[in-house]
């Protein structure tokens, strides 16, 4: 719909689980985004990648672990995770990079269940 | 840190009232952007406002930036069960980072 796509839609694991989120655009844009939405809170920007660089950390515990092999995938790798990081995992993307302040397309999302 | 606060939380309405989210921010924004997120959907891009003062209207929509640039309304006129959903605003602050508002979500009931 959006041209930017995200694998699994739904995920189940448990706290020692290791699993990973894709994110896949298909629209030859420079930048890309994990958020985190949660319910009642704002989205929360996570990672940033400007032409496969990150560029933006926002204090994330490192059992989540970004991976953006090229400017089309990112990922972003999950193990013990807690209960609390339930929670809908938005990935973003933008035309020309964080430089220019643009629109973000957002995919799907992966809806994540930690039990 | 920089905060972008959207009020209403909720807002239900009967089909046909109208409907108006204020957003506000504690410092001056570059932009202000707005997206509908359908229930059990993602984020998805309205409108972006660029200058001081700005009004543009998209059909029932109309969008206005205000004059400091630190606040922006939406508003829709005449609601429709097809306008539920949460809408975000979004601003670029001095860095270049965007910000998100948490959202108001809008019930219409037919």
């Known amino acids: 719909e959006t041209g930017v796509t995200q694998t699994p839609r739904h995920l189940v694991m448990g706290m020692t689980n290791k699993k990973s989120l894709k994110c896949e655009q298909h629209?030859?844009?420079?930048?890309m985004y994990w958020y985190k939405q949660s319910a009642k809170k704002p989205l929360e920007l996570m990672f940033v990648y400007n032409f496969k660089e990150q560029t933006e950390n926002n204090s994330v515990p490192s059992r989540f672990s970004p991976e953006c092999p090229n400017s089309s995938h990112l990922f972003l790798h999950l193990h013990t995770l807690q209960p609390e990081d339930s929670a809908l995992y938005l990935c973003?993307?933008?035309?020309?990079?964080?430089?220019?302040?643009?629109?973000?397309?957002f995919g799907p999302g992966t809806r994540l269940l930690v039990l | 840190g920089q905060q972008v606060m959207q009020i209403p939380q909720y807002q239900h309405v009967q089909e046909g009232e109208d409907f108006t989210t204020y957003c506000n921010s504690s410092t001056t924004l570059s932009n202000i952007q707005w997206y509908k997120q359908r229930p059990g959907g993602h984020p998805v891009f309205l409108i972006q406002l660029v200058k001081s003062g700005e009004v543009k209207k998209q059909k029932r929509l109309t969008f206005q930036f205000g004059e400091a640039k630190k606040n922006s309304s939406l508003h829709i006129t005449a609601t429709q069960t097809t306008d539920v959903g949460t809408y975000f605003c979004?601003?670029?602050?001095?860095?270049?980072?965007?910000?998100f508002g948490q959202g108001t979500t809008l019930q219409v009931k037919p």
């Open positions: 979004a601003g670029h602050n001095n860095t270049g980072k965007l910000i």
């Open positions: 629209l030859g844009h420079n930048a």
């Open positions: 973003a993307s933008s035309p020309f990079g964080t430089s220019y302040q643009e629109t973000q397309y």
